[in-house]
């Protein structure tokens, strides 16, 4: 099931790189972006973190190997990071904030809206710390 | 040394990086680095979501000032990647100013993906955000299904031209409408959570967001806050679409458990 996952993730961040125009060259890699960050994503599921942990870590590993794609090929991060990411981007969570707004279960909708929002900071603060270490990185070589 | 073809190539540079979706910080290193090669004292460039400044002065030259209003921007990640290569091949002097210009110039007419191509690649994102997200098989033929609705939503709002807040609004609208139907009819088999959240995948501003968080990065404070709010509206948009697609079916339905 979780093999079944992981390639469905391969296979739409593909197809959303066509979409937004990646090389034809680097669609392979930014696929494995994504597909490595679900994948951590569904690895983390047994280890006891909740969802915003689970996400925080998968997205670290997303920005990891978009930036060490990006210095061995030579090419701009965004490439690989924008398709990447978007497996992470809480589409769900959106979903559910409405669902349960418009069927009157506030408290619901105030617990999503806000797992929502902690997820999109994860996101930001685990893009953030792989820029920061890349920087010092590339500044010492 | 041709100073006004080097300011014009910068700004050929920047304007195409900015259209096609890359960060504000990125553009402006990429044309900054581009007028460093001409070796004047004063060098400024300054960039917005929305427009390109940039000054090249010298007290031996006249002062050169360009700005470019930039509207209308479609995401193309490979202009991205190829105005970035033609700037690196300046900057080290393996290509002229003259060539640089050309080579700019071509790239803005070069075409990466047909659309025939593209529209397939919605409907197989959906479906495959579908079972990225633990939907089974009938469920991501379904999402593929809402895809298609996606398509159609793009296909029309590019023919009237009308902005993208509409085009995830009505295409969320059709997605919720469709999951409901499906849901109304073959009820125990439909994974709602997997079906719509992986259906409006493909809606979701991948690159504003990317770009939001690394422009704030970069202590971009004005461009980082654009693109959040950019993100915020696109992704509010599909979210109230979804919401009217659901309610509405509802009331059709006769008041249907939802």
Not at chain 2, 144 to 170: D, Q
């Amino acid at each position: 099931m979780m093999l079944i996952q992981v390639v469905g993730a391969f296979i739409a961040v593909v197809a959303f790189a066509v979409i937004i125009g990646v090389p034809k060259k680097f669609l392979v890699h930014a696929g494995l972006v994504g597909a490595v960050g679900w994948f951590v994503y569904l690895l983390l599921a047994p280890v006891g973190l909740s969802i915003v942990g689970r996400m925080f870590f998968a997205a670290l590993m997303v920005a990891l190997i978009s930036h060490s794609f990006a210095r061995l090929l030579k090419a701009p991060v965004t490439l690989f990071l924008i398709a990447g990411i978007l497996p992470l981007v809480p589409g769900v969570g959106m979903y559910r904030i409405v669902y349960n707004l418009i069927t009157n279960n506030n408290a619901l909708a105030g617990h999503y809206m806000n797992e929502t929002l902690q997820i999109a900071g994860m996101i930001a603060l685990a893009i953030f710390i792989m820029d920061t270490i890349f920087r010092i990185f590339q500044k010492k070589m | 040394m041709n100073y006004k073809l080097l300011a014009d190539t910068a700004m050929l540079a920047g304007e195409i990086m900015l259209i096609s979706g890359a960060e504000t910080y990125r553009v402006e290193d990429t044309m900054s680095r581009i007028l460093r090669t001409s070796g004047l004292e004063k060098t400024e460039t300054f960039v917005t979501p929305t427009g390109i400044f940039l000054c090249l002065d010298d007290a031996a030259i006249d002062g050169i000032t360009l700005v470019k209003r930039v509207d209308n921007r479609v995401t193309n990640i490979a202009y991205i990647y190829e105005a970035n290569n033609v700037s690196r091949d300046l900057c080290a002097g393996i290509i002229s100013v003259e060539e640089a210009y050309l080579e700019l110039k071509r790239i803005k007419t070069r075409k990466q993906y047909s659309n025939y191509l593209v529209y397939p690649c919605t409907i197989i994102g959906s479906s495959a955000f579908t079972i990225l997200l633990g939907g089974d098989l009938l469920n991501s033929i379904i999402a593929g299904l809402n895809g298609v609705f996606i398509v159609l939503a793009t296909i029309l709002t590019m023919k009237l031209n009308i902005n993208t807040f509409i085009k995830n609004l009505s295409a969320s609208v059709l997605i919720a409408f469709n999951s409901m139907l499906f849901l109304h009819y073959m009820g125990n088999y439909i994974q709602l959570d997997a079906l719509i959240g992986g259906s409006i995948m493909p809606l979701l501003p991948g690159v504003a967001i990317t770009n939001a968080i690394r422009d704030t990065l970069q202590g971009d404070y004005m461009s980082g806050g654009a693109r959040a709010i950019e993100s915020f509206v696109l992704a509010a948009s599909s979210a109230v679409g979804i919401g009217i697609g659901m309610a509405l079916y509802s009331i059709m339905a006769g008041g249907i458990n939802l």
